[in-house]
């Protein structure tokens, strides 16, 4: 079964477990001399990897107009919400902070769909979006910290980067394929991260075991799983309802690390998650059953990588 044709929720559940999984990377990534550094050789290998059927794109007749949305795509969605996100976090934002922060993603989409993308939100959905962020801030918790002020403005330009994105792919048309968009997408984050990772130390890659294991899971579980399957859901369905699925990142990042790292899964923990599931049950209820935009023809679609006719990691940075 092609993945366009697979069910939506089939879709929408490996888009939780997918960018959930950024926190992961980032855990694995906690030894190497620079957390730049990993994030620049992710994109650069994407990119790679995805170079030839690129090429073929341009053969068959990409146009400049899809190269640069994708661009702004990259830009948005890839590094402006991973660098600030990430360099918060370094500053001193509690990881609980940043996830809770990043969680007003659903409700700042959900209140610009109307006038920018003349969805409706029904008062149902509303009510799900807020029982999702009482279920994400029960969960994850969240303290101030020890970080300058400005530091969470931070965090605030992260989630704020990915709304733009999502509606930025919702609003612009375009048929680009999945792989030729996250080629120019990474290509476009990976140019951007370079000076980054210079400045941290070097732009040379470590070579251990331990690099290697974290840019292999950023590639497959957070590029090509998370970003691609939340472009693809964001064309299939509203952005309201892809947004809600970011509630259920944080405590599904939980049970990643309850099950690889051994760290503790407590009751309050476990509530968050369960008001979670019933906020964004609330949210699907009327989701499912939203028009899609008329140049959408969901049996014939191709897959468009960042593209909605948005998006989704690490909750925290992924």
């Known amino acids: 079964m092609r993945l366009t044709a697979a069910p939506l929720v089939l879709l929408e559940a490996g888009l939780i477990i997918a960018w959930s999984s950024g926190f992961i990377g980032a855990r694995l990534a906690a030894d190497a001399s620079s957390v730049f550094l990993v994030l620049f050789w992710r ?25 640069l949305l994708q661009t702004l795509l990259g830009i948005f969605a890839m590094f402006g919400y991973l660098a600030p996100g990430v360099k918060a976090i370094e500053l ?16 700042a989409t959900a209140a610009l769909v109307g006038p920018v993308l003349h969805e409706q939100v029904d008062r149902r959905q509303w009510l799900g ?23 969470y403005g931070l965090s ?7 709304v733009t994105a999502t509606l930025l792919a919702k609003k612009v048309p375009d048929s680009t394929p999945l792989p030729p968009s996250l080629a120019i997408q990474s290509l476009a984050t990976a140019i951007l991260f370079a000076p980054l990772a210079l400045w941290d130390g070097g732009i040379l890659p470590d070579l251990d075991l331990g690099f290697a294991a974290a840019v292999a899971w950023f590639i497959v579980f957070a590029t090509v799983g998370g970003y691609g399957l939340y472009w693809l859901c964001l064309r299939r369905t509203t952005a309201t309802r892809v947004g809600s699925l970011i509630y259920l990142t944080p405590p599904v990042t939980m049970i990643w690390a309850w099950a690889m790292f051994g760290e503790p899964l407590t009751l309050m923990s476990m509530a968050g998650f369960a008001i979670c599931l019933i906020g964004v049950a609330f949210t699907h209820g009327f989701g499912s059953r939203t028009r899609q935009p ?6 014939r679609q191709s897959c468009a990588g960042g593209v909605v006719r948005p998006p989704p990691a690490p909750g925290a940075p992924r």
Not at 135 to 148: F, K, M, R, S, T
């Open 43 to 67: 994109f650069v290998i994407v990119a790679l990897l995805l170079a030839p059927l690129l090429w073929r794109a341009v053969r068959r007749g990409l146009t400049v107009r899809s190269l």
């Open 92 to 107: 001193g934002v509690p990881a609980g902070t940043a996830a809770l922060v990043s969680a007003l993603q659903p409700l």
């Open 129 to 151: 979006l807020a029982l999702g962020l009482g279920g994400v801030l029960l969960a994850v918790g969240g303290a101030l910290g020890h970080a300058p002020i400005w530091a």
């Open 156 to 162: 605030a330009i992260s989630t704020t980067s990915l």
């Open 294 to 299: 008329q140049h959408e023809a969901p049996a």
